[in-house]
């Protein structure tokens, strides 16, 4: 009762504060829904209803204001950066760790980010290029790449890669220490359960890559450059209930333009390539190429038409 009210009570005080928008976040309902739960677990099993419901409303008043202070004092920037470069990376390495791809955090960021929609990119499917073969190329070269991206960079600051300054060795300690405790609590059953799932869950990885830059590339400039990632070189979706679920994964294009924008901040980008469907209807559609290409290659097409008719 208590979040519940406190998410009630954020959204009318949200939707005061983005009037522009005509509505509230449904960020700021989930805070005030948060801010609920925190204030009652102390007196939970003690509290009567109007205790709850006094609780609920304070709790929401308290966080909102919160969250207006924090912007007002120029922290949100600040925030964000840290999120995105501290909090979020140690938790997407634990993530990634459960599923034995960890080279895929600094593949993506250093590899995919740079070379994104060219040959160069392991994640970027040419066009004609069916899903069974690009997940095991991408599995392969984006393991590889990791390994080489992380070894340079520690050279260039004139260290060994074969050390524990190499970010991926710590993370694949994390990895074996998972294996063993999969092992101790099942045997070998409990090893191969571990290591199939992370297979599964790394391919499954690459084909929302393969969904989201099939067939899209960067023009190479004369002086052997790329030309800038824009968001025509992603494909974009805007399905709610996809981009619901998906933290707006499906708002690619924007993430590519503009990589350093939270999640919660990915816009539409209505000049993007639109995907048919959302990822929940295209992802089991590119295991069956001949409907994959069916629904994506006049689209190609009619972006390729439009571009040389300018």
């Known amino acids: 009762m208590t979040s519940r009210l406190a998410g009630r009570r954020f959204e009318r005080i949200d939707a005061r504060r983005v009037r522009r928008h005509g509505k509230a976040t449904g960020l700021g309902v989930a805070s005030g829904i948060l801010a609920g739960l925190v204030a009652i677990t102390p007196a939970a099993g003690d509290v009567t209803v109007i205790g709850a419901i006094v609780l609920g409303a304070v709790a929401s008043v308290v966080c909102c204001l919160a969250v ?18 501290a909090a979020a990376g140690i938790i997407g390495g634990l993530l990634l760790s459960t599923v034995n791809y ?12 740079v070379w994104v929609a060219t040959e160069k990119d392991p994640s970027s499917a040419p066009r004609g290029e069916i899903v069974y073969r690009f997940v095991p190329r991408a599995l392969i070269r984006n393991t590889l790449n990791g390994w080489r991206l992380e070894a340079e960079r520690l050279r260039r600051i004139g260290k060994s890669p074969i050390s524990l300054r190499n970010e991926l060795i710590g993370w694949q300690l994390v990895v074996i220490a998972m294996v063993v405790w999969a092992g101790s609590i099942a045997g070998w059953i409990g090893v191969a359960g571990f290591l199939a799932q992370g297979l599964v869950a790394a391919a499954s990885l690459e084909v929302i890559n393969y969904v989201e830059h099939y067939g899209l590339k960067r023009k190479q400039l004369e002086n052997g450059r790329y030309e800038p990632p824009e968001p025509r070189h992603s494909w974009n979706s805007d399905f709610w209930l996809s981009n619901g679920i998906l933290l707006q994964l499906q708002r690619h294009s924007d993430h590519h333009a503009n990589p350093g924008r939270p999640f919660t901040r990915l816009r539409s980008c209505p000049e993007a390539p639109q995907l048919p469907l959302g990822y929940s209807a295209m992802l089991p559609i590119a295991f069956i190429p001949p409907l994959y290409r069916k629904l994506i290659h006049p689209r190609l097409d009619a972006r390729q038409q439009a571009a040389a008719e300018k």
């Open 68 to 85: 207006l202070l924090k912007n007002r004092l120029g922290y949100d920037d600040s925030l964000n950066v840290f999120g995105i470069h």
């Open 102 to 113: 960890v080279t895929f955090k600094i593949e993506h960021v250093r590899g995919h980010h």
